[in-house]
């Protein structure tokens, strides 16, 4: 049977007008009430529990934690905890040791004895996994700030790494954006070695239960070299790369009093400052500690920060779903959420520059203030968004320009830097916690190539970037998502930009990527996707696709269906019914489970604004392909 004539066959199954209205119409005004004051939309990013945890030592090592906070921040990992008492990093996820040995001792910190009860499995846990020694080295050099863990057992990076000239091997530049505003911060801190003694009743000292023992690799000689390096009384060019460092550091940080909006260059940041003899009265470090306090969410009785903030993105995709939802352009609401995203078009050059020196600035970064780091997907984003309103010609030319620039050889696109796929990094024993590299991804590819495919003009860059995705489509006929879990986030990315390139629903890319969308809906009509999907292996294979039904996902799955002709198919007529029986009496919908990405399988997130607006997109998208 045809292509055609099965999607002739499925006509039949068509969503009934009425809910889809009805869901769409509540969900539209839903959207529009969450629009802050000033333009733009923001939902909280939730992370994992180590940024609660964190958030308490960091505060001890500066000598600023306070009983209130701590007590709050203590409720907070309380209530994150597992019923079997460890905790996880999202939400239903299984233990981690990382997250479990931080909070256990950010709890010991807050008071909380080493025979409590409620710490006896986090102990148990972390003991039968080597304790300190067997954890990640970011752990290891949190815990050997306050004397728990030895300094000569983290892996050495010199602070020298930021005096080599980007074209050699091994520069900071090889680093991904986010790694390289954490590592040279770090190379501060590991060559001063600090320690902040803690009282013996607040110390986790029964978890250190000395080294574990690693497998000699070539990654592990070149430590030992460092380590050798790092112990020697004299350190020739060590001063000038302290200096440098120090530099290099204040030069980056944001009016805002960040470091590229993100929790791990910050905080990093105010401790190697402090190393460097920074104090209250330092305006970089004062600023930075009054910004991080912006980054902290109230909860009631409990206190948590955020790992990052996103405005910019989250505004982008309103204005994609609201405008879908045929909001019309002139909506006041919709002027001001533009105009805001025009004031934050990025118009100076970043580290970005160091690879692609020729490339005219433009574009947009995910945080409020950010200027250094634009990043591919907000740019692509916004556009898109800039161009449904009729709104910001110049910006979006110049966004599409700078895209253009910043494609990578393989003719995909990373989120932040050009050709930034050094994998030999990860063979270096301190690269242990998670994505230091910023290679080409397909969900990202997709977004810049749905841009410059619609603004025309750009026929090379979206040819070499279609000829990456195709070439990316698995053996399934999903695609991988990066950003967002996991492989319905990669379809729902890539099929779009087939077809704003062209593509026919016939297409053999489009007919086998349908085919695995129809073969992973839920029986109750939803589509979800559990982070475990990003697993290696088999392990990983069983996840791909499957999960509890989520409104993101639904929605995401609706998207692809849609572009590929499927609009009017029982596969999509159930899953805007799912969504529509689902949705709550306020018009929005509720998500527990993690849907978005940082590093895949290290950091995952919940954007709770998610489950606002890609429904709206997918069901305004829905509607419009329906109508007569």
């Not at 970011?138 to 050997?144: D, G, K, V």
Request: proline share 7%; glycine share 10%; net charge negative.
């Amino acid at each position: 049977m045809s292509a055609t004539r099965a999607r002739g066959k499925k006509a039949a199954a068509r969503p009934a007008a009425t809910d889809l209205e009805r869901t769409l119409d509540r969900a539209t005004r839903r959207l529009l009430s969450l629009q802050r004051p000033d333009g733009w939309w923001v939902g909280e990013l939730e992370s994992n529990v180590t940024m609660t945890a964190q958030h308490l030592l960091l505060l001890e090592f500066l000598r600023l934690r306070d009983e209130d906070t701590t007590r709050r921040c203590a409720n907070e990992l309380l209530a994150r905890q597992r019923p079997d008492g460890l905790w996880a990093i999202y939400w239903g996820g299984e233990p981690d040791l990382a997250a479990t040995l931080e909070s256990y001792a950010a709890l010991r910190l807050a008071g909380l004895p080493a025979d409590d009860e409620r710490l006896a499995p986090a102990r148990k846990f972390c003991e039968a996994r080597g304790g300190i020694g067997g954890a990640r080295v970011f752990t290891r050099i949190w815990l050997a700030l306050f004397g728990l863990w030895p300094w000569e057992e983290i892996p050495q990076i010199p602070p020298e790494l930021i005096l080599m000239k980007p074209s050699l091997p091994f520069s900071v530049y090889d680093f991904a954006c986010w790694a390289r505003q954490t590592v040279v911060p770090l190379t501060v801190v590991l060559h001063y070695r600090p320690v902040r003694k803690l009282p013996p009743e607040r110390a986790c000292h029964e978890l250190n239960l000395g080294p574990v023992p690693r497998k000699p690799t070539l990654g592990l000689l070149s430590d030992r070299a460092l380590a050798w390096y790092a112990g020697r009384s004299t350190q020739p060019g060590r001063e000038r790369a302290l200096d440098y460092a120090e530099r290099w550091i204040v030069d980056r940080q944001e009016l805002d009093g960040s470091w590229g909006g993100i929790q791990p260059p910050w905080v990093w940041s105010l401790i190697a400052l402090a190393c460097r003899g920074h104090g209250l009265e330092s305006p970089y470090f004062r600023r930075g500690l009054d910004g991080w306090k912006r980054f902290l969410v109230e909860d009631g009785d409990r206190l948590r920060p955020e790992a990052c903030q996103s405005p910019v993105w989250d505004t982008g995709l309103a204005l994609l779903a609201l405008r879908a939802a045929d909001v019309p352009a002139a909506e006041p609401a919709l002027r001001r959420a533009a105009d805001w995203l025009l004031r934050e078009e990025l118009r100076q050059r970043g580290d970005w520059a160091i690879r692609r020196p020729g490339v005219e600035p433009g574009g947009w970064a995910f945080e409020y203030d950010n200027d250094l780091y634009p990043d591919v997907d907000d740019a692509a984003v916004v556009a898109l968004a800039l161009d449904d309103l009729g709104s910001g010609r110049g910006a979006i030319e110049r966004a599409c320009r700078w895209l253009e620039g910043m494609q990578s050889e393989n003719g995909g696109w990373g989120a932040f830097d050009a050709d930034n796929d050094a994998e030999w990094l990860y063979k270096i024993p301190f690269c242990d916690f998670g994505a230091v590299t910023d290679p080409p991804s397909v969900d990202v590819t997709a977004h810049a190539v749905e841009l410059l495919a619609r603004e025309g003009g750009y026929e090379d860059g979206v040819r070499r970037g279609l000829d990456y995705l195709l070439a990316e489509q698995e053996d399934d006929g999903s695609w991988f998502g990066r950003w967002g879990v996991n492989y319905v986030y990669g379809t729902a990315a890539v099929l779009p930009a087939l077809e704003a390139a062209g593509f026919p629903p016939d297409h053999p890319a489009m007919r086998r990527a349908v085919a695995w969308l129809e073969a992973h809906q839920n029986e109750d009509g939803g589509f979800g996707e559990d982070c475990r999907s990003y697993d290696r292996g088999e392990a990983g294979l069983a996840w791909r696709g499957r999960g509890e039904s989520m409104p993101s996902q639904t929605a995401w799955a609706l998207i692809a269906l849609v572009a590929a002709g499927e609009a009017a198919s029982e596969c999509a007529s159930r899953a805007v019914a799912w969504l529509a029986r689902t949705q709550k009496r306020n018009g929005g919908w509720d998500e527990p489970y993690f849907t978005g990405t940082g590093f895949p399988r290290d950091f995952l997130i919940n954007y709770h604004l998610y489950r606002e607006v890609w429904p709206v997109l997918a069901l305004g998208r829905v509607r419009r392909a329906l109508a007569p």
